[in-house]
């Protein structure tokens, strides 16, 4: 095996982001006062994270190699097959990671420990330490014990295609009526107009996919590990030539949801990243499924 690269992903903090915005420290804290704000909250934050980044760069092994990579340049960064990646923020963070995965473990770290506890960030910064220092002697794989998290995949038929660890999103870039026609698995269709389509995953069944389901009466959601998603249909229009009868159901493996765009253009993103999306314009078909490359969570 090749010598491992951890690979640190966090995102840029608000303090950062104040400071481009208003270019000097003076200007961003009278930007929060007027808002009424301290930008010595802000400044924690971003010591808190500093702190983290820089305990678990020391515990690095001296045999591994290391890089970092911002959020927004995941989409740019070339992963490799031997990399550990250690996400160091919110579980945000960990779904943006995942769909440009392919089977590397990730370790979740909290860096706010106690604070705003996550369920993807499993790890204060201290206890990840640790855990790369056992790794070192007896081994990356032997000491990396994963969770394999369920994820979904939405395909084009020109071969394109998009993963999410949460749910995958397919509608009108502005949320407004987007026309196509839906198949299910078994084989049933219809035509429809709504505000888009959510196939979600058990992880992202806490989310956006909650909600809906708790409007349709709670129907029974996935687990993170199971191999099953769910879907829904938002707000169904019925009219003389569009149906609402199919507008939810639950995907089970080796099944796809097929979808035939029959307007100008549909937008597909998964995990909330609107920037990081497919286009399908009219007549093309996406078929969304389970993932081929779950994520592993570090236990």
């Not at 690269?5 to 840029?12: E, G, I, N, Y």
């Not at 200007?27 to 808190?48: N, P, Y």
């Not at 394109?160 to 084989?187: C, D, K, M, V």
Request: glycine share 10%; charged share 20%; hydrophobic share 40%.
């Amino acid at each position: 095996m090749a010598t491992p690269r951890l690979v640190f992903v966090h995102r840029r903090t608000e303090l950062q982001e104040l400071l481009d915005r208003h270019a000097t420290r003076g200007q961003a804290e009278f930007f929060l006062r007027t808002r009424g704000r301290s930008i010595h909250d802000v400044q924690e934050r971003h010591d808190r994270l500093t702190a983290a980044l820089a305990s678990l760069r020391a515990a690095v092994p001296a045999e591994w190699r290391h890089a970092e990579v911002e959020r927004a340049d995941l989409s740019r960064f070339l992963l490799t097959p031997e990399d550990i990646i250690a996400v160091v923020g919110q579980d945000g963070l960990v779904a943006n990671a995942a769909k440009y995965l392919s089977g590397q473990p990730v370790i979740g770290v909290d860096p706010e420990p106690g604070i705003n506890p996550g369920v993807l960030v499993r790890h204060s910064p201290q206890a990840a330490a640790r855990l790369l220092q056992r790794a070192a002697l007896a081994g990356p794989v032997e000491q990396l014990r994963c969770q394999e998290l369920t994820t979904v995949t939405a395909r084009l038929d020109d071969g394109q295609e998009l993963s999410g660890l949460n749910e995958i999103f397919i509608g009108h870039a502005s949320h407004q009526s987007a026309r196509y026609r839906l198949t299910t698995p078994g084989g049933q269709a219809e035509r429809q107009s709504s505000s888009g389509l959510i196939v979600s995953t058990g992880t992202g069944a806490t989310g956006w996919c909650a909600s809906i389901a708790l409007e349709r009466g709670g129907r029974p959601l996935p687990a993170p590990t199971d191999a099953r998603l769910a879907w829904f249909v938002r707000e169904a229009w019925p009219s003389p030539v569009t149906g609402a009868s199919l507008t939810e159901g639950v995907l089970a493996a080796g099944e796809g949801l097929r979808i035939t765009v029959a307007s100008d253009r549909l937008v597909i993103f998964g995990d909330g990243m609107e920037d990081d999306r497919l286009s399908a314009s009219w007549g093309q078909e996406i078929t969304v499924q389970l993932g081929e490359r779950p994520l592993r969570l570090v236990a």
